[in-house]
């Protein structure tokens, strides 16, 4: 099909095309003062969107997946317990990771569409007087049920039980679209991919990491060889990595970073939770609901949409491609066919969730469900036209 394609999934997000000119030119030498350079600015930029002044960050070529076994081989070791805050589709990835290392998982589930309760964590970790729960898996923006849970309450809850367990937060798909302050809220590790907020395709694992977490890592038993953090941090000092970096993501990540700077942190988030508010008036004008169930815990990043009773989630994203080449994020695990998900994150400003609305407004009429066409997008563009930023 003719024009742009609408790449409305939580993400991999679209490439500004600033990114994707800094990503094409030549390989330079890894080895070399050009690249070294580059990987400072690349370091310092990351300090500050993880709004982290003490910690040190960590950056592998991989995945958010490679991420989170990152973060547990380095903190942890077989045998160790945790305590996993369950609540969709990826924080039980994030806990079945820690598993296949030997390390003892103990659950505290939540609903689908529920985000984390601080007080429930709070009670687990004052039952725990031995202090054996060596860490909390938390991931802050659920992409599978568009909730994000409340970091800095959980970590008024360690605080408050007076335990001395790490907190390792999955921060995938919020980094740089929702805030998120990595030392204000005292994270050990926070875990994150470039192919979110930070605008970049897949192909990065990033962590910050604090001065306890590295201490942990230090006894941490857990078997590592590439994901060791130690060599990377060491070499990273010179500008270097212990093994081939991926050069032309770094070039994107420094123009991605000098996007965010320009922008402003603080203008960002700002941009992210108007377009989200928008997004989810479309949604309630429809007469859809969404599957996140308190307002207070809505992402900003991402809309996730129950389907009309009747409606198969699988079959109507399967249309949504097939009419008008418009992709939808699919419902995961206990919500596999109940829901579709609508990505609201990365380089995206008014037009471009404007056109993807009308496009799930089109689509979701022509399989058949019942609505009034317009309703979404003049409940969204009545929400903007009410919130225009100065400019």
Not at 14 to 41: C, N, W, Y
Not at 204 to 217: R, T, Y
Request: charged share 20%; hydrophobic share 45%; aromatic share 6%.
């Amino acid at each position: 099909m003719s024009g742009r394609p609408f790449l409305q999934i939580p993400g991999p997000t679209l490439v500004p095309e600033r990114v994707t000119r800094a990503m094409s030119q030549s390989i330079i030498d890894h080895r070399g003062p050009k690249f070294a350079a580059l990987v400072h600015e690349c370091l310092a930029g990351l300090k500050g969107v993880f709004q982290s002044e003490k910690g040190q960050i960590v950056v592998y070529p991989g995945s958010g997946t490679g991420a989170w076994e990152a973060c547990l081989v380095n903190t942890l070791s077989p045998g160790d317990r945790v305590l996993a805050c369950v609540n969709g589709h990826f924080s039980t990835g994030f806990a079945r990771t820690a598993a296949a290392y030997g390390i003892e998982v103990d659950r505290l589930d939540f609903p689908y569409g529920a985000g984390v309760s601080a007080e429930q964590v709070e009670q687990r970790l004052s039952e725990d007087t031995a202090h054996q729960l060596r860490a909390v898996l938390v991931v802050h923006n659920e992409t599978s049920t568009g909730v994000t849970s409340n970091v800095a309450a959980i970590r008024a809850a360690l605080d408050r039980a007076r335990h001395p367990a790490l907190l390792l937060v999955d921060v995938v798909s919020s980094l740089a679209s929702i805030d998120f302050r990595v030392d204000e809220w005292g994270v050990d590790v926070a875990l994150t991919g470039p192919q979110k907020g930070l605008m970049l395709p897949p192909g990065l694992a990033i962590l910050a990491v604090s001065d306890k977490a590295l201490h942990a890592g230090e006894k941490a038993r857990c078997p590592r060889a590439y994901w060791d953090w130690a060599p990377v941090l060491e070499r990273n000092k010179r500008g270097e990595f212990p093994y081939t970096p991926a050069t032309s993501l770094l070039f994107g990540l420094r123009e991605s970073l000098a996007m965010l700077n320009e922008e402003g942190l603080p203008n960002v988030f700002k941009r992210h939770a108007r377009l989200g508010e928008a997004c989810r008036r479309a949604v309630g004008a429809l007469g859809l609901r969404l599957l996140c169930q308190k307002p207070a815990e809505y992402s900003n990043t991402l809309t996730a949409v129950l389907m009309p009773a009747g409606f198969d989630s699988d079959a109507y994203i399967a249309h949504a491609w097939k009419v008008l080449e418009l992709s939808l994020g699919v419902g995961l695990s206990e919500v596999k066919g109940k829901v579709f998900r609508i990505g609201h994150l990365g380089g995206l400003n008014e037009l471009d969730l404007l056109g993807g609305l009308a496009g799930v407004e089109l689509t979701l009429k022509s399989f058949g469900v019942n609505l009034r066409l317009g309703a979404g997008l003049a409940a969204a563009e009545e929400y903007l036209l009410e919130t225009i930023p100065s400019r």
